[in-house]
Structures are given as C-alpha cells and as structure tokens.
C-alpha cells in the first residue's frame, strides 16, 4: 500500500508505504532538473539510459541511439510516469481516499491510454465500452462515404 502525496511544484513527492505495525515510514522522492530538463539522479528513474539501450538492443542489436535521441525518450519517460502517478493520486482523492493503489493506476492507463497491464486484471474495473453509434449516425457515415468515392 503505498501513500502518496505529488506537491503542485512537482519536484518533492511525498509517499509512506503502508506497513503492518503502527509505524509509517515516509519517504520522500526529490527530483531536480538534469540535462535537457531530465530529472536527476539517475538512480530515482524508473527508465535509465542502460535499461534503455538493453531495450533497443533487444530489438535491433546493431541500432544505436544518439545522444539527443536518448535523452529525449528517457524526458518522454519521466514525463509519462509523473502523468500516471498524478492522474492515479486524483483518482484516488476523488474515491476520497489517501491511499494510492493498483486500481487508481490501472483506471487512468485504461481509460486515457488505452493500455491493459498483464497480470494486473481485476473484476473491479470492467472494459470501457464506447456508446453505440445511433442508425442517424450510420446513415450520415454511409452518405458521406457514397459521397466520397464519387
């Protein structure tokens, strides 16, 4: 069980991890701008430049990412997480609970990104399913499209 709590200024993020005794530790996750605005140090990234050339390595053994290019996707990564984890916190502010958990994440993964995670499922969060098109909106397609070949 992991608390969190991201200030507005995104560089200090508050977390306790939920353990069974009384006692709370708190953790807290200071990240300051690096190069080309990444953050720093390298030990606090999820996605390190190492991870990241084993990762194109697996694809294309004989690739090999620029520096600029490199940076750039590690500053994607960071970005993306910090996105998640704040979305995931406001889920769960909005289930008015401090608590961060699985289902928070999971929740925003699927809805904005479309992205199922394996082995995570759960029977409490059910597919998104997309309202179904009326025949009005059918028939306009069907027009537009007869239209278009034409």
Known sequence: MVRCQPQMHNTVTDCSVGMANSTTPTLKVLTAAGPAGRTSPEGSQVLTKKKLQDLVRE??????????????????????????????????????????????VQLHLERQWNMWIPGYGSDEIRPFKKACTTEAHKQRMALIRKTTKK
């Open 59 to 104: 694809i294309d053994p004989n690739e090999q990412l620029d520096e600029d290019v490199e940076e750039m996707l590690l500053q994607i990564a960071d970005d993306f997480i910090e996105s998640v984890v704040t979305a995931a916190c406001q889920l769960a502010r909005h289930r008015k609970s401090n608590t961060l958990e699985v289902k928070d």
